[in-house]
């Protein structure tokens, strides 16, 4: 007899906490304290945001860093700094957050959903490839969860095409690509610093380049469109205020210290993991291609198949709650779905392009089934753990499989679809 799960009145896994997130401590509180006193609050007033650009790109293999209020600005900025006309069309997965594909509508350009891969949940290169057309102008690949995408074969069709390559790296703060730092590879690269992200000041976000002069048209257009060589109040080209502020660069610059170890500890946790948990029957972890040198485990992704694994991933996640794991099933629909691109609610936006465009068409079957059937994440603080927190998830996923017959009668009892 299996032991019951704790959905049924069993004794949970566990009842400890993992660890917690944001992690701070008087480094931290000293730093922003230092910038606070200071009364340099401002990115023009102080040198912490600057430290901090200089800091985070050198580490990320990139000469430039532009600091930004978050990364959705920074994605946007990107794409308007490389001077792509309006109505022109960018590719991107559907399998994202809304800010990948929102941001490309905010520079007034169309977002043209391409499939990802059901084994890496990343952007597939061949489906790039058949999205493309003669409007198109770049391709957004996003190193989603923190794992690279496939860099070398989409960059390879992007020079084919002649098209900007922007990495939404919101994930992937420290991850590699054949030891190349997820961030330099290719034309510029946005990284989020919002609460949940692997590195956080609350809100935040770069651009990293190694292109010069993308990333003087970024600095630019991050400062009301001022130039190094203007007068202050002399705009060269419509934008707004989008720098980062003296206390998040503080912070930051207190948190880039942790973030070396930090991504070393959730890899080898999430490679631990994700080798005890391939032996589960119906269980796929996102799969590692060679070419990942490391991944930043921004979230553990895995694939259950409802009937090889005995039980459908909403009750999979019900009861590893209930065992003391947290966990959800991610977004609830593909990014092509959301009800802005249904109703076509672009505010200002693709007034000439509207009409032609169909969301309710686009088909993106990979990113449909993970989706609604098959994915479930644990978040990167998770991975801060020790081996024995690895042990707890894994034991949860097994007592969870053990008990499949049980869960799904539950599930069915429950009404459930
Ligand atoms: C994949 C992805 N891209 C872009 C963003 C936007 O970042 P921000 O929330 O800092 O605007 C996020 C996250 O929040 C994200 O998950």
């Known amino acids: 007899m299996p032991t019951q799960l704790a959905l049924l009145g069993g004794q949970p896994v566990r009842e400890r906490s993992f660890t917690r997130w944001p992690i701070f401590d008087e480094r931290d509180e000293q730093r922003v304290l230092a910038a606070l006193r200071s009364g340099k609050w401002g990115r023009l007033d102080g040198n912490e945001v600057e430290t901090f650009e200089q800091a985070f790109a050198r580490m990320h293999g990139c000469r430039h860093g532009i600091a930004m209020v978050n990364g959705t600005v920074s994605l946007r900025l990107g794409l308007v700094a490389a001077g792509i006309e309006a ?62 995408a496939d860099m070398d074969a989409i960059g390879a069709i992007a020079r084919k095409h002649k098209l900007l390559v922007i ?15 997820a961030g330099s590879l290719g034309d510029l690269a946005s990284f989020s610093f919002q609460s949940s992200k692997n590195l956080t000041s609350g809100e935040g976000g770069v651009v990293t380049s190694n292109d010069e002069r993308l990333a003087a048209e970024c600095r630019s257009l991050h400062n009301c469109g001022r130039i190094p060589t203007g007068i202050w109040y002399e705009h060269h080209v419509i934008s707004g205020n989008y720098r980062l502020g003296e206390l998040q660069g503080a912070l930051l610059n207190a948190q880039l210290e942790r973030l070396e170890e930090q ?18 029957p119906g269980i796929h972890p996102q799969a590692r291609p060679e070419f990942v040198t490391r991944h930043a485990y921004h979230l553990f992704m895995l694939r259950i198949d409802g009937e090889a694994f005995g039980a459908p991933r909403s009750a999979v996640v019900e009861a590893l709650k209930a065992e003391g794991i947290p966990c959800s099933a991610g977004y609830g629909f593909s990014l092509n779905q ?80």
């Not at 994700?274 to 589960?280: D, E, G, V």
Request: aromatic residues 10%.
């Open 87 to 148: 109505g022109a069309e960018v590719i991107v997965p559907p399998y994202t957050f809304f800010s990948t594909a929102s941001a490309v509508i905010e520079a007034n350009m169309v977002p043209v959903f391409a499939d990802v891969d059901l084994a890496t949940f990343n952007l597939d290169p061949a489906a790039f490839e058949a999205a493309i057309t003669p409007r198109t102008r770049a391709v957004i690949p996003v190193h989603f969860a923190g794992q690279p």
């Open 167 to 181: 990495e939404d790296a919101a994930h992937a703060h420290g991850a590699s690509y054949k030891n190349r730092p």
């Open 263 to 280: 991504t070393r500890t959730r890899d080898e946790n999430g490679q631990y993991l994700a080798a005890r948990l391939s032996k589960l």
């Open 338 to 417: 959301q009800p802005m691109f249904q109703k076509k609610a672009f505010g200002p936006y693709l007034a000439v392009e509207r009409d032609k465009l169909e969301y309710s068409k686009v088909h993106c079957p990979n990113s449909d089934l993970l989706c609604k059937e098959q994915a479930l994440w644990l978040e990167q603080a998770m991975f801060l753990g020790t081996r024995a927190d690895m042990d707890d998830i894994a034991s949860a996923f097994e007592k969870v499989s053990e008990n499949g017959v049980a869960l799904t009668d539950w599930w069915r009892k429950r009404g459930a679809k």
